[in-house]
Every structure is written in structure tokens, then in C-alpha cells.
């Protein structure tokens, strides 16, 4: 394998780890807090998807110079892109935390093998 | 005119978001207000539906940038025949179980989330006009999560601890799909630089060649994301619980329209952005249609077991997903025009079942199909309505059902897969055994023991009743029923639509 591509190309292996290990918690932990902490670290590892698209080797932060006119920007668009996705992640886990505390009014626990079970 | 009608498909999301945020602060005020003004909105974009389809069917596509930017950098919004057909769709339906809502959330909400419900209900119509509407990949995403959310809203807004658990079941399973649609999403962006449907595939088409694992990529994450969200077999889990603890107009709306936009959203990026020869050269349609006969097959089992009726029409809808996906997979044009017809006819039947049910629940508080042995005699109008939207689940001829299942019959053929026309007999049989048994014991049986009990074991001669439920409530079940025949007697005006949008895709 080619030490230098996957040095190069390393932030998208930690994207496609991180995006499993979110799913995976989301469906096989009991407790619905962690499920929430799975959904977030999902999101994450998209949101970090999206901005190593955006980026060009030696870019630098999209902010326009005068003193520099002929500087390497990094893609700005697919940051602004996750300014979206970040506060859909906000509205996802708060309101799964409001289902949540409604769920642990009529059960007493946020930690049983019984939710979620297939009917 | 041409400039008006142009913003039109604008204007009523962007009206049915704003009349949505106004629900919560009018519930304040005074809650009597809150459906009539639902009622009306949905309405009016009903109407202005129509002015659009007109516009349309006189071969004008609408092309209007948002705010003023041009395509590749605004956000595009594109009405062609089966996205006006579709709007026509959702806003009508959605009228129609707005006057359902009026007595049916006063008997199953609680008082004090009415506001709530009904800012939920516009903000999930809002958000499936726009997604069927939109021509841009994020744009898509953002109606997608609006969609959503607020249709976990409307699951969780009765309350009680089974729609509770289901609300979370969905949230995070829906959540998972989104997940895998954005990740696609950006997939597709790494590849072509543009979110713009038709840019993407301009650009797309010289560099295919190129970049085959990433295509392969950005396809498989786009089939999970838009599976789990569309309810697609394997991945349907989150779908009986969700649509049969819901409040009946809520799951009427889950049911028959928001899974389906997710399958238009679906088909425009998989036709239009990867194009045709992606999607034979691939091995997607092969998936799709192996997937579809699975769910045709075992959604119909599923819901042959079930005993509560809202569960086995929650399961009977994992197989009608299965027929619209067989349309897509198929590729030929009557495939795909029959496909399409039936998001429309099960939408129509769909709707009008789970009205019945909710009726039903109204009048006599029974939600088990083998407690319904003289329905027929004590609710006619609505057992009528239930039977003839059976019948076309069924796939009886003069319904509709029987166009769109004798289209994809043909379908099958011009695909040179005779085998499946099999299926589709199998899975039109499966139907008839988990709805027949309904219909016969409302109409066959004798009286229910309890009416034995207190005549003193005198069964009086079965008379009919009229209903016990709100005009309110029988209006829309009426206007469905006639629909659904409509649209098995003279599908042609619906097929011309369809068939204009299936030339331009294929």
C-alpha cells in the first residue's frame, strides 16, 4: 500500500470509521442515551466527510485578501453545507431527548432490552 | 401570468411553512381556529395545484431559480408533469384528512397539543412539496429532515407510552437513513462539484468512466438512506409500529404520502443525475427488483398474521412499497408509468383504509379485526368505502389497483421477466386473504354477542344504520372511495401525465 495516498486520504478512513461506529451504537447499544451519543458521533463523522471535500492541499481559509490576489482557497461551499446539517443534528438530538424524558416517565429507565425490540 | 404561475410552486411552501409556524401562537389564542385555518391553507394550495398542473400539461416546464440566482449557484426548483401531478397529490389529500382531522383529533388528541398537531401536519405537507419540487441534491436533504422530523412529530403528538416508543423507534432509524442520503449526497459532490440535479448529470456523463467505485459508492449509500426512509423490505422495521400508534389522520398521511416522496426523490436522482446507463450498467436494478418481490411477498405475510387492523394495513403498506420499487426496478416504460400510477392509487387507498379504521374506532372503539362481525349493518357508508379500497388492494378490474398491477404486469413482460407477472398474482392473492376476511365478517356473521345478551337471546333481522360518526368524517372517505374507482374507470387523464414524465426519463 502506498504510505503517502493513505497519509494523504487519511481524514476519510477516520470519516467511514467514525460514521460506523456511530451506526453501530445506534443499534445495538440498550441504553437510548448512548443511542443519542451514537446519532452524534454519526453526524460528525459527516460533517467531517463534507469538509475534507472541501479542502485543497495548501488552501487556505476562504477569506478574500487584497494583499493576496492570487491565493489558494480551500472550497468554502461544502462548509457551509454543514452549518445545515449541524443544526438538523441540534433539532434530531433535542428532540430525541425530549422523547426520551417522556419515555423514562412511563418506564423508569432509559436502559432496557425491551425498547426497541421487534414486534 | 407566465412570470406568476413561474413562483407559484414557490409560494406554497414557503405559505404553508409560514401558516404552520403561525398554528403554535393561534392555539394560544383560541384552539378552534387551528383546523379550519389548516384546512384552508391546504385547500388553497390545493387549488393553486391545479392552476400549476394546467400550466404544465400545455408542455411548459417550470424552471424558476430561487430569489433570483441562476441555476448552478441558486437553488432550482422544476415542475414537470408527475412533480405537478404529485403536488396535486399531496395537497389534496392532505385537504381532504384536514376535514377529517376536525372531530377526529378532538377524540384521540389530547386538547392541549391541537396547535402542536396541526403545526406539525403543515410543516410535514410543506416539507414533502418541497422535496418533490426541488432540483437540487442539499435542498433535497433539507426537506428530507423536514419531512421527518415532523412526521415523528405527528406520531409522537398522541402521547401515550406505544406511540412514544415508536416516535424514538423512527427518529433514530430515520435519522440513520438521512445519515447515509447526505453521505451519498456528498459522494456525488466529490465526483461532479455541483449539487444541481441537471448538472450533475452533465457532468457526470463524461467522467463515469473514471470514477466506477465512487459511483458505486454514492448509489449503495443513497439505496440505504432512501430505503430505510421509504420503508423499502429489509429495512421497513421501523414502519408498524410507527404508522399503527399514531393518531388514524396522521397515519393516513405516513402511509400514503411520505413514504412515497421519498421514492420520487429517489427515482429523479437515480433517472435524471446518474442517468440510465448508470443504472443498468450497475447492478442496482437487479437489487431493486429481487428486494421488491421479497417485499411483495413477505409484507403480505407479515400483515396476514397481524390482528390489529392499523398493524396489518401499516405491514399491507411494506408491500405496496414493494410493487411502486418492482415499477423503478423494471426500467421499461410501462413499468415505470405503472409504478408511478401507483404511488397515486395507493395513496387513494391507503388513505381512504385508514380513515375507515379511524372511523371505525370513532363509532365503536374497536381496533381488532375479529370484533368487527356486523360492522357492516352498523356503519354501511364506511364498510362500503373500506370494501371498495380493498377490493382495489386486491387488484379487482374497475378498480384502481387493477390498472397499476396490470401495468406492471406488462411491464414485466417488455422487461423479458415473465415470472414476475407470478408474483404479482401471488401477492394480489396474499391481499385478498388479509382483507376478505375483514369484509366478510362485517357483512356475513351474526350479531355481536353482547346484542344477543340483551335481547334475551332474540337475534333481530340485521337492519341497516346510518353511520354514527360527524359528516365531517364520512366526506373525505366518501370523496376517496369515488376516486378510487374513478381511477380505475378512466385512468387516461392520470396516465397522460405519467407518460409524458416517463418519455422524458427514459
Redesign the interface.
Known sequence: MDLQLFLLNFPYFVAIILFSMGTLIVLTQPNLIKKVIGINILQSAIFLFYIIVGDIHGGIPPIYDPNLPDALYINPLPSCLMLTGIVVGFSVTAFALALIVKLYIYYGTISSPNFMKMK | MDELVQRLPFLCVIGTLVASFCMPVLARWKKELCAPLATLVSGSVFIVSIFIAHYVMQGNIIRYGVSGWAPPWGIEIVVDPITSLMIMLLSGICFLICIYSFAAIKHELERIVTGWYYAAYLLCMAGMIGLVISNDV?NMY?FI?VTG?SA??LV?SK?T?EA??A???Y??LA??G??FI??GI?FI??ITGNLNITFIAQELDPVKGNYPFLIWTAISFLVVGFGVKSAFFPLH?WL??AHSSAPSPSSAVLSALVVKVYIIAFMKILFIAFGLEIFHETFIRHLILVLAVIAMLAGSFFAFVQIELKRRLAYSTVAQIGYIYLGIGLGTPWGLAAGLLHILVHAFMKTCLFLCAGAIYYQTGRKKVNDFSGMGYKMPITMGAFTIAAFSMVGIPLFGGFISKYGLALGSLEADLPILILVIILSGLLNATYYFPIIGQAYFTQEDHAVHHTDGGHSEPKKFQRDQIPLSMLVPIIILALGIIYLGIFPGTVLNFINQTVAMLL
Open positions: 442539499f433539507v429532515e422530523i415523528v412529530a409522537a402521547g407510552r412514544t416508543e416516535a424514538l423507534k427518529l433514530l435519522t440513520i438521512s445519515g447526505l453521505f456528498g459532490y466529490m422495521l408498524p409500529d
